[in-house]
């Protein structure tokens, strides 16, 4: 067992798993051996003090029992293997060409002291048992984050010893599925460097899928076409944002986006990159998405040159995501304007605004290599240490541009995008 949950006893290879024997010496009472016993110095001592080791190791035996009972009575298969599995938070549901997505993020630890492949995912509905979802090959691989060193080229799917991988989850259940109410997780591995090829499995990580719905809210933006990119994808880059902040993990960006407005040719930019006028998006108006007061206002940081590669300030937690305003809509949901043009929220935290007021204007502060909305809902006012949450606009037009034209679309860095007609000021 010590060596499994990778303890060790001595630095001795040879020594590390001799059997050891102690001597128990009490006051009128005749030696004692006993043979077996691990990691405990050879030495004379009490009696009582042995007593209580062995009690406690007792004990510590009978809780392992205990905690595994739960797992077996709800169908998971208990497992040794010393992999902690971690589901930090579970967003809502959110409907999206008629079927049911649910999003969250599964941290893994290694406590072996030995590094582990993940090979495997299984999504298992709790109540049925049946497998919801297998992600493997490929799928896996690209779901995976790893916190590493520039200098790390190690494959995704390794998770050495003391180690953490965030795998991404993304399921869609088509409107003729049920939706489980609870879910568990299968995580399948591979010994790195063994010569078997035996595979081990650790169960954990249940959920318990919310009920409520995804609020309900206008376009940030007035009338034109707006190019979104970045937007709720798993493999997006706001998705893969995991920021690690007072004293914990959080994924504010799980379903946010970008937007920047384009004219009817498909440009962003009439004329010199360079010069921030030229960006049609540049000092458009933003509007309250629902009624709302605002919980957070800043307001003084200067734009930087698009495309320059360089900040206007040095870029911190104050500074990142540039002038911004949040809006407390009810509920523990907090709407982050980000990036936005410097001066233009005259608000002061308390203040109430009405859906479609004008509340900012585009800008190219924080951040930002080019003038462009960062939207996004979380759980806490703060633009870091808080939850991404969905959202649904309740009018927007698709349309489609085969080729834009603009090579500023590629100099801005998105990635999947579309382009989004929003409705007139005030349409609901």
């Not at 299968?186 to 078997?196: C, H, I, N, T």
């Not at 009018?395 to 085969?402: H, L």
Request: charged share 25%; net charge negative; hydrophobic share 40%.
């Amino acid at each position: 067992m010590s060596d499994l949950f990778g303890l060790h006893e001595t630095s001795d290879p040879e020594k590390r798993h001799a059997p050891k024997t102690i001597f128990v010496h009490a006051k009128d009472t005749p030696s004692v051996r006993l043979p077996g016993i691990k990691n405990v110095r050879e030495a004379n001592v009490d009696a009582r003090s042995h007593s209580r080791k062995l009690m406690k190791l007792m004990t510590t035996r009978w809780v392992l029992i205990v905690a595994l009972w739960p797992c077996i009575a709800a169908g998971q298969n208990p497992s040794i293997l010393p992999v902690d599995i971690e589901v930090p938070f579970v967003s809502p549901p959110v409907s999206g060409g008629g079927a049911s997505n649910l999003v969250y993020e599964i941290h893994l630890r290694n406590f072996w002291r030995k590094d582990l492949i993940l090979t495997g995912v299984d999504v298992i509905d709790q109540k049925t048992g049946g497998v919801a979802r297998s992600i493997s090959g490929d799928e896996l691989y690209e779901s995976i984050y790893k916190p590493r060193r520039p200098d790390d080229s190690s494959d995704a799917n390794l998770l050495e010893c003391g180690r953490v991988l965030v795998f991404y989850v993304w399921l869609t259940f088509e409107p003729s599925q049920d939706l489980p109410d609870r879910l568990y997780h299968r995580l399948v591995f591979s010994v790195a460097g063994s010569e078997m090829q035996d595979e081990r499995s650790v169960d954990g990580g249940v959920i318990t899928i919310p009920k409520t719905d995804p609020v309900k809210i206008s376009p940030p933006f007035a009338n034109g076409f707006w190019l979104i990119g970045s937007g709720p994808s798993n493999r997006s880059e706001h998705r893969r944002t995991v920021l690690a902040v007072d004293g914990r993990t959080w994924l504010l960006q799980r379903f946010a986006f970008d937007a920047m407005k384009v004219g009817h040719d498909g440009r962003m930019v009439g004329g010199d990159l360079a010069t921030t006028n030229n960006w049609r998006s540049y000092g458009q108006d933003l509007l309250a998405v629902a009624d709302g007061v605002v919980a957070l206002v800043v307001d003084d940081i200067p734009d930087n040159i698009p495309l320059s590669g360089e900040r206007a300030v040095p870029m911190n937690r104050e500074t990142h995501v540039g002038n911004c305003i949040v809006l407390d809509i009810g509920e523990n949901r907090f709407v982050l304007y980000g990036h936005l043009k410097k001066g233009s929220m005259p608000f002061n935290v308390g203040d109430q605004v009405k859906r479609g007021a004008v509340i900012g204007k585009v800008g190219n502060s924080g951040n930002s290599e080019a003038p462009h909305l960062h939207f996004s809902i979380g759980t806490r006012p703060d633009p870091y240490s808080a939850e991404g949450l969905p959202f649904v606009f309740d009018s927007f037009e698709s349309v489609d541009i085969e080729n834009p034209g603009d090579e500023a679309l590629l100099s801005t860095g998105f990635g999947a995008v579309s382009i989004t007609k929003a409705p007139r000021t005030g349409a609901r």
